[in-house]
């Protein structure tokens, strides 16, 4: 079983490496994106990928400090995942940079007004938090506390840190401000939390609990968006943002539905699958919730017309290259977790 | 800068003397002009709103960049780096007057034999996979010389000149017809501002 | 818009090296000049002005950078956007790129002429060979056809001369017929403008002041005059550029002539405030009129007589009056006559503004108001003083040009215009009306006591058989008319030419492009037994010769001159300048040669350039067109010797010996770029040369009598009528001393032509000098300009037959139809369809961006009924239908 996933986790992730040398080559001309639309694929995979490491840094920092022993194995392969998340975000990241072999500039720059900087910071911080977990080092009592403390911190700063990236962008209808920084918040740990879930799963350590938590947070997810349309109906200039808020509202209620359903279902173990495919559910909403945020922001000229260079914004649609490198980071994540699970099971 | 918006007619000798001035690629214009219609016949008119960099005080294009490649010279000068930019184009995300261009390619306008000999030379400076934008021709101030668009403009209808200088020709101007800047909510502070708008 | 992005990336995309030699290589720098840097001294050519001085900067033997001249008039370091644009000029890869012939026979503007490429001097061989024996047959074979294309050679003329043909056509001639009236009324060329250094009140009907198509100069100009406050009312059926810095006063297209007619009316009948100081004393309408509408004459001396009222006797015009009759009717000896001004008078009666609204939709409340605006600005009575010299001062001007005047009746526009004018007296005076050429005694009365006709308004005399393929015998007065000349060529007999057009000689026209019903020119150029162009890139007339000579680019081409006055307007910018400059040529990038070089070689090989009447000789001859002596012309001392061989150099230096004197000559300007010479402002008035009684302008225009009635004569005694015109009348009705009503051929087009097609200059096309419809960095930009390219159209209107912004649609003429895309817009009069520019046609070798967009001149007409008789300007403003592509109507 291990063996089909690593084989077919690897075949991606080479059809990615491919794909990105291509677009080494003749820079980003290979992708999609033009002056008008220049965040694409790879900031919305970025996002994501990064959303669900921090929300399961967040489990993983709670499970520790309060030492819910019970969640520890479950803890210990999240951590491995969460990691493993981090790499494939930072491996979009430097995908979408037209200098991509100065990245480090970054860290030595030091322009803390920059989300980025910060971005790039709490992700080498989380990185190196997860691997610290990893190594066992932990433990329990105050070292395990301080640790847990800091990753808290670290994964929450590094999920707000997100909703600064559009602050001069105008015309974001329900995603504007406050409730954007809400919207992430519960967006990553509800997309952590369902990947925890997914993990418990596949490992056969699903519980009820993990999915009453994951319930709450359905139910949570949409408020921010609830509250932020009901904003924009009344004071934004633009409307056309209000069915697209209902959208989302209708996806998450769907989620909502079928996880009521699986949690009344008594027997556990059929559970464990149903939680996988919701867990599945959850993340791709989780998903497309972030690719709308970064489209959204780009979609409407910052200036307003007619003095807009782009009267009419060319579409933007991912090319071939783009999708292939996404997808194989997602495919090197998921060959990491596995294999690191691995090797934390035989050091056991 | 200052832009007297009654003598402008909308000619865009400017965006062209900006493109000679620096060749840019193809495609790749500093500076921009609105043309736009107000009113209804029969008593509508023609608009224009010449766009360079609007070179704010508080850039936001500057604010955001991780990699220090957007700096701020201390006469208020906003440039790019091209050796430091790392393309990551948060700044284009950042700036609300759309005045920054990312090299996505450098093309020239011809196929075959591209590019000419002007193009060969003039695109050396030009570095794929970087942002580019007005600079204020800071290279002709440091000889003294104006912009190029305000040099080359038939309707003298751009100034150019130290805004912090109250007894500058600009900073008079500014006084004297209430200069404003372009969408100043927005709290840029541009060192662009215009004038019998 | 999205559209022209895939314009451009089809230009892009396009092999500019689909003809002549193999795959084309940009000329290697020599390795001499690497890490060379200069600046040269340039003139820019890039319109038909071309006098805005520039500097070239060049690296390594690259241009890098063409700026304006700082603080160097005219232009003081400013240009226009196609100027700025000018290095793509330079380096095009879609220029002819070697002397080339035709090895396919059959020709059309989608027919591979199947270049061959030659050596230059097997095809100046060819070429002279072949013109040698049209010469020997009947040098009236020989065409040469000029254009805006290129102005700079001072070859060409002494070249057709010497050859022996009369037939110098211009092809921009049709759609430009602005200049009689300024011709007969100021002896002035090529137009009259306003004074924009004093001008308060400013009327301009179709007529730019320059930001229309941003030039340099005008543009100057007139945001200098705008910001001091000046009133600016543009007629226009477009709100252009200048309408929005004035105001807009939408008008019926075609239909200016009856707006003026009322105007005139209004001031005749309503205001009846006249500059009657000038009437009496600087016009003839105080002239006494027979029943035979010619000038009453004194028995004795045979000059025109005028009415002394103090002693009731008339005298001839130059004699001394107590006073003179402006008004009234005398008998003198033994005919009753009347004074010119009544005749006038009379004429404009029937024109109330009423009448004009119905025709031309401006309120006639509208018409009032501005006749009466107009009269208060020109402070009838008030003087200025400049630089000790005392002018009337009338700052107020109504001027018009080739959107008024470029229909059936446009000259009596024209006219309407000058006796508007004069009746406030504001002819070059001060802040009035100036004709835009020599500055100079050009005043001068004849023997009848007014100003002497000059330029187009004297008239080609009669000869029949015709010698002129354009007709000339039967329009007299015609600007040039490549329209009539290749019917002519098309049907030899109909139009009475005892030769055959054997040769035509391209050098820089594009008639085919820039005219009416590109068809109707591609056939003759067929006929034509030898086509030569000399050539800058594959334009329609290139294609379809037989020999492409091909010429430097403006950069590449020394170029000395002498500078012009200006067109869109005068000022103090440019008042009393007088000046030579140079344009210093960069190397070459392709295996071209400068025009004059070209020229010289062919007349020596010809055999036409030495001696008696050859080329030598007739430059010795020459002087300049506009400014006659005051230009670079081969003063005594400098002409040449006939036997010897000069090089361009050698004859521009001898120019100069002359001009600037003091031995300074060709090396002295290489020096200084330029040398400029500032006369007082006031020697900008030609009020200045003959001040006070000293001339009379025509108020009573019986110089366009004279013509008509001894054309008719003519016609008469040959037996003979106009070619294509059946009733004779339909002419001579635009023949008549005062200006009255005619209808132009659109005014009653069946009504299912709803709309009147319009056109104008752009700042990315004012011509297609340096073929700026083939430059991308214009292309580029006007791809986002809302109204370059598209066909625009009234909202409401658009709204009225369903059409929506965007749509693809028809527009269709009784002439032609055109294809694009739909521009809603509020800048237009409900009645028109606006099509900017020149874009469309082009060839398969031209650069593609030569091919895109409507080409506004296929809905125009070329038969002779639509044309003006007196000026064979062709309409503009046709009546067209539009309706969505696909929707058959
Ligand atoms: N520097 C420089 N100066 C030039 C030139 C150049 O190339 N460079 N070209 C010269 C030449 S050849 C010429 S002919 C002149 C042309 O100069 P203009 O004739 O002034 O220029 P256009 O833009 O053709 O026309 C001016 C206006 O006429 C309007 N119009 C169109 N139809 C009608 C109508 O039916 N009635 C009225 N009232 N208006 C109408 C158009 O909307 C436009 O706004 O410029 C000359 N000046
Ligand atoms: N649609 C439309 N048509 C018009 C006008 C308009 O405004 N709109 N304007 C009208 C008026 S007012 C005029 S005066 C005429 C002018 O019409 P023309 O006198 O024919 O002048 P252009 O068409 O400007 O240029 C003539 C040809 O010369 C070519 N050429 C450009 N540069 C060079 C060069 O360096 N050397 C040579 N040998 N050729 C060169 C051009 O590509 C073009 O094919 O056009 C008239 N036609
Ligand atoms: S050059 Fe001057 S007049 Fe022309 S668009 Fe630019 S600012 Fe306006
Ligand atoms: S206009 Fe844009 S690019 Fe220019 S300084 Fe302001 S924010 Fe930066
Ligand atoms: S693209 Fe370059 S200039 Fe812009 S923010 Fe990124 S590093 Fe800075
Ligand atoms: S200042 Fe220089 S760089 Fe900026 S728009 Fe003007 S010409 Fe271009
Ligand atoms: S007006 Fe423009 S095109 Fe004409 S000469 Fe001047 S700069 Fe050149
Ligand atoms: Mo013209």
New binding site residues.
């Given amino acids: 079983m291990n063996l089909i996933v690593v084989t077919a986790a690897a075949i991606l992730t080479a059809a990615g490496l491919i794909a990105y040398l291509v677009q080494l080559r003749s820079g980003l001309t290979a992708t999609g994106l033009h002056d008008r639309f220049t965040w694409g694929l790879y900031i919305q995979g970025f996002f994501f990928f990064s959303a669900l490491a921090a929300g399961m840094l967040v489990f993983i920092a709670l499970v520790t400090l309060f030492s819910a022993s019970r969640f520890w194995p479950l803890a210990r392969m999240s951590s491995a995942v969460s990691f493993s998340c981090l790499i494939a975000a930072g491996i979009m990241l430097w995908a979408d940079l037209g200098k991509p072999f100065r990245v480090f500039r970054i860290l030595f720059s030091n322009n803390f007004s920059s989300p980025m900087t910060w971005d790039f910071y709490t992700l080498l911080l989380c990185v190196l938090l997860n691997l610290v977990y990893l190594s066992g080092v932990v433990g329990t009592g105050l070292r395990a506390a301080a640790w847990s403390v800091i990753c808290l911190a670290a994964a929450l700063v590094f999920i707000m840190v997100h909703t600064l990236f559009f602050l001069s962008r105008e015309g974001a209808g329900f995603r504007s401000q406050p409730f954007l920084a809400l919207d992430t918040l519960v967006q990553s740990l509800w997309g952590g939390l369902a990947a925890v879930n997914l993990v418990a799963a596949v490992s056969g350590l699903a519980e009820k609990s993990l999915l009453a938590a994951l319930l709450v947070f359905t139910v949570a997810a949409p408020m921010p968006l609830i509250g932020s349309s009901i904003a924009a109906a009344t004071g934004a200039k633009d409307k056309t943002h209000q069915n697209q808020s209902k959208k989302f509202i209708l996806l998450h209620l769907f989620i909502l539905a079928v996880l009521l359903a699986v949690v009344a279902e008594r027997k556990i173990d059929l559970a464990g699958s149903a939680a996988a495919a919701v867990a599945v559910l959850v993340l791709l909403a989780v998903f497309l919730e972030k690719a709308h945020l970064v489209g959204r922001y780009q979609h409407n000229p910052t200036l307003p017309l007619p003095f807009s260079l782009f009267e009419e914004a060319p579409a933007y649609r991912p090319t071939y290259v783009e999708w292939m490198v996404a997808v194989g980071s997602g495919g090197l994540c998921l060959l990491l977790s596995v294999v690191i699970i691995g090797i934390l099971e035989h050091v056991r | 800068?200052v832009i007297d918006l009654l003598r402008c007619v909308g000619c865009n000798s400017?965006?062209v003397?900006?493109?000679a001035?620096?060749g840019t690629p193809a495609n790749v214009q500093?500076?921009k002009i609105k043309k736009y219609e107000i009113g209804k016949y029969p008593t509508a008119k023609m608009k224009f709103l010449p766009m360079?960099?609007m070179h704010c005080q508080y850039p936001p294009c500057l604010k955001v960049c991780p990699a220090g490649a957007t700096i701020k010279k201390e006469d208020g000068i906003v440039l790019v780096d091209e050796n430091k930019c790392i393309g990551c184009r948060a700044c284009i995300v950042a700036c609300p007057y759309e005045s920054r261009h990312f090299l996505w390619d450098i093309k020239g306008y011809y196929p075959g034999n591209l590019p000419t000999p002007y193009e060969a030379l003039k695109h050396k400076k030009f570095d794929r996979g970087t942002v580019v934008?007005?600079?204020?021709?800071a290279h002709?101030l440091e000889k003294g010389r104006l912009?190029?668009?305000?040099e080359?403009c038939p309707a003298q209808a751009?100034y150019?000149g130290d805004l912090d200088d109250p007894e500058s020709e600009v900073s008079r101007l500014i006084a004297l017809h209430r200069g404003t800047a372009f969408r100043p909510e927005l709290g840029t502070e541009p060192s662009v501002f215009y004038i019998k708008g | 818009m999205a559209e022209y992005e895939k314009v451009l990336k089809t230009a892009q995309l396009a092999s500019p090296d689909l003809f002549g030699s193999a795959p084309y290589r940009w000329k290697e720098v020599d390795p001499e000049v690497k890490g060379e840097r200069k600046v040269l001294f340039g003139m820019c050519r890039m319109c038909m002005q071309g006098d805005c001085l520039t500097l070239v900067h060049v690296e390594d033997g690259v241009v890098v950078k063409i700026e304006g001249h700082p603080g160097a008039p005219p232009n003081y370091g400013s240009l226009c956007p196609r100027g700025n644009s000018a290095v793509m000029n330079l380096y095009n890869p879609y220029r002819v790129k070697a002397p080339l012939l035709r090895t396919n026979p059959e020709k059309g503007l989608d027919v591979d002429p199947m270049w061959k490429e030659i050596s230059w001097d097997e095809a100046l061989d060819i070429v002279a060979e072949r013109l040698k024996k049209v010469r020997e047959k009947d040098p009236r074979g020989l065409v040469v056809n000029e254009g805006w294309g290129q102005r700079d050679t001072i070859i060409r003329v002494p070249f057709q001369k010497a050859f022996g043909t009369p037939n110098e056509v211009g092809s921009h001639g049709p759609l430009c017929t602005v200049h009689y009236a300024t011709c007969l009324v100021h002896a002035n060329f090529p137009v009259s403008v306003v004074d924009l250094e004093y001008c308060q009140y400013h009327i301009t009907l179709g007529r730019s002041l320059g930001p229309n198509f941003a030039t340099t100069g005008g543009t100057r100009k007139f945001a200098k005059a705008i910001e001091r406050g000046m009133k600016l009312v543009v007629v226009d059926p477009r709100c252009s550029y200048e309408a929005s810095k004035g105001e807009w006063v939408p008008i019926r297209p075609g239909t200016d002539l009856a707006f003026l007619l009322a105007m005139a009316h209004v001031m005749f009948y309503e205001i009846q405030k006249y500059d009657e100081w000038f009437l009496k004393n600087r016009t003839n309408a105080p002239y006494l009129i027979g029943p035979d509408g010619y000038y009453c004459r004194d028995p004795e001396s045979g000059k025109p007589v005028l009415w002394d009222p103090v002693e009731k006797t008339a005298r001839p015009w130059d004699a001394r009056f107590k006073d003179i009759a402006l008004s009234g009717t005398y008998t003198v000896n033994g005919v009753e006559c009347r004074t010119a001004f009544d005749v006038v008078r009379d004429q404009f009666a029937p024109y109330t503004p009423e009448w004009a609204e119905r025709i031309c939709t401006v309120p006639a409340a509208t018409i009032r108001r501005i006749a009466r605006e107009f009269v208060e600005h020109a402070r009838i009575g008030s003087t200025i003083e400049i630089d000790g010299f005392t002018f009337p001062f009338r700052p107020a001007s109504l001027n018009t040009e080739r959107n008024v005047t470029n229909h059936r009746g446009g000259t009596y526009a024209d006219l309407t215009g000058k006796i508007i004018n004069m009746l406030v007296g504001n002819i070059e005076v001060p802040g009035g009306c100036l004709g835009c050429g020599k500055r100079g005694p050009v005043l001068a009365p004849g023997p009848d006591g007014t100003v002497m006709p000059a330029y187009e308004a004297v008239g080609v005399p009669f000869k029949f058989p015709p010698d002129h393929v354009d007709m000339a015998e039967f329009y007299p007065h015609r600007h040039t008319a490549p329209h009539l000349t290749i019917k002519a060529i098309l049907d030899p007999e109909k139009y009475y030419l005892d030769y055959r057009v054997e040769a035509w000689l391209s050098v820089g026209g594009n008639p085919i492009r820039a005219n009416a019903q590109p068809d109707v020119y591609v056939e003759a150029f067929k006929k034509i037994p030898f086509v030569v162009s000399i050539a800058y890139h594959m334009d329609e007339p290139t294609y379809l010769a037989d020999v492409v000579l091909p010429e430097h680019s403006f950069l590449e081409r020394m170029r000395v001159v002498a500078f012009w006055p200006q067109h869109q307007s005068v000022s103090n910018e440019t008042n009393g300048l007088q000046m030579v400059s140079i344009n210093q040529p960069v190397p070459p990038v392709f295996n071209t040669r400068h025009v004059d070089e070209i020229l010289l070689e062919l007349a020596e090989r010809i055999g036409i350039l030495y001696g008696e009447g050859g080329v030598y000789d007739q430059l010795n001859r020459s002087t300049d067109f506009i400014i006659g002596d005051e230009g670079l012309v081969l003063r005594e001392g400098y002409k040449l010797d006939l036997n010897t061989k000069y090089s361009l150099e050698e004859i521009f230096d001898r120019q100069l010996k002359g001009w600037i004197g003091e031995g300074k000559g060709l090396d002295y300007l290489n020096k200084v770029g330029y040398v400029a010479r500032w006369n007082s402002p006031k020697t900008g008035y030609n009020y200045y040369y003959f001040p006070e009684d000293r001339t009379r302008h025509e108020f009573y225009f019986i110089n366009l009598k004279k013509q008509g009635d001894s054309l008719r004569e003519n016609l008469r005694k040959h037996q003979i009528k106009f070619p294509g015109i059946d009733d004779e009348e339909y002419i001579f009705d635009l023949y008549k001393p005062v200006p009255h009503w005619v209808e132009n051929s659109e005014l009653n087009a069946p009504e299912e032509f709803d709309l009147w097609a319009i056109n104008w200059k752009t700042p990315y096309y004012s011509s297609d000098t340096g073929n700026v419809t083939g430059n991308p960095w214009l292309a580029e930009i006007y791809a986002k300009d809302p109204y370059e390219a598209v066909i625009c159209v009234n909202s409401a209107t658009a709204q009225k037959k369903g059409l929506k912004d965007g749509d693809l649609v028809i527009v269709e003429s009784r002439y032609g139809k055109i294809e694009g895309r739909l521009r809603t817009s509020e800048l237009f009069h409900p009645d028109a369809v606006g099509v900017s520019g020149c874009y469309g046609r082009g060839t398969p070798q031209s650069n593609p961006l030569n091919r895109k967009g409507p080409n506004f001149n296929t809905l125009l007409p070329l038969d002779e009924k639509t044309l003006d008789g007196v000026s064979a300007g062709q309409e503009i403003a046709p009546r067209v239908k539009i309706y969505r592509k696909g929707e058959r109507r």
């Fill in positions: 800068m400017c965006t003397a900006c493109r001035e620096h500093f500076n360079p960099c934008k007005c600079n204020f021709c002709r912009p190029a668009c305000v080359t751009r150019f």
